[in-house]
């Protein structure tokens, strides 16, 4: 019954990833922990797999509709891949719970921005 | 100048996942969208696009920490393609205004996500 677990949290996070341009790692990893049983640092590394099937996927369907622009992806894709790799050497070494606040917090401002 | 800061917050946005392990595509999109005058549709999709080069170092990296479960990887992201049908459709054709105000109610609840995540230490 897991696999169909899985199917079921694939179908969703496809959705919703490919709805929100976002890869959907905030769902898949609680859910790869709660209904497939991974533990925590085995459900980052597995959905990041996924996103990365996910990701091809939506690329691909939107390109289909004419609405993917390689220029404007290169301007963020390729600094982040330099970001990822500092985060990941940072993770350990900074105040996880006062800089979590401050990620909150510039959510929450973009977020109501692009709400109201 | 404009598109020296939105490569500055791509770095950040990569930073913040690398740290967070949430996605670079919930900073990406409003990064294109406010930044470059993107439309939203279009800052979606790039946004895809964008998260590829990140997704492939990160699981390579995992992969040779031998952290990924390769057969829930599989199902999950096989699975996946049929939900992203689904949602590049409702994308579409849903009006620019409202797909805008969802993304930001994304955000809001991210928001709040990773400010209880902080609270209840995990």
Not at chain 1, 33 to 60: K, N, P
Not at chain 2, 14 to 24: E, N
Not at chain 2, 40 to 56: D, G, R, Y
Request: aromatic share 6%; charged share 10%; proline share 3%.
């Amino acid at each position: 019954m897991v696999v169909l677990k899985l199917v079921l949290i694939g179908v969703l996070a496809g959705f919703f990833g490919a709805l929100f341009g976002v890869g959907g790692g905030v769902v898949l990893v609680p859910l790869l922990v709660v209904a497939a049983g991974l533990d925590q640092r085995r459900a980052s590394a597995t959905s990041l797999a996924a996103i990365l099937i996910a990701s091809i996927a939506g690329v691909a369907t939107y390109a289909l509709h004419g609405q993917v622009k390689p220029g404007a992806a290169a301007i963020v894709g390729v600094p982040a891949v330099l970001g990822v790799l500092i985060g990941t050497a940072l993770q350990q070494r900074v105040p996880f719970r006062r800089l979590s606040y401050g990620f909150a917090v510039l959510l929450a401002v973009v977020g109501a921005r692009l709400v109201a | 100048m404009t598109v020296a800061l939105v490569a500055l917050i791509g770095l950040l946005a990569g930073v913040l996942a690398g740290v967070f392990g949430v996605g670079g595509g919930i900073l990406f999109v409003p990064a294109l969208a406010l930044g470059l005058g993107l439309t939203q549709l279009h800052a979606e999709a790039a946004s895809l696009l964008a998260i590829l080069p990140t997704a492939v170092v990160g699981s390579w990296r995992q992969q040779r920490y031998g952290n990924i479960d390769l057969r829930a990887a599989l199902i999950v992201g096989i699975a996946a393609i049929g939900g992203v049908q689904g949602g590049v459709i409702l994308a579409v054709s849903l009006p620019e205004s409202l797909l805008r105000r969802l993304f930001g109610a994304l955000l809001l609840l991210t928001a709040v996500h990773v400010g209880w995540r902080a609270r209840h230490g995990s």
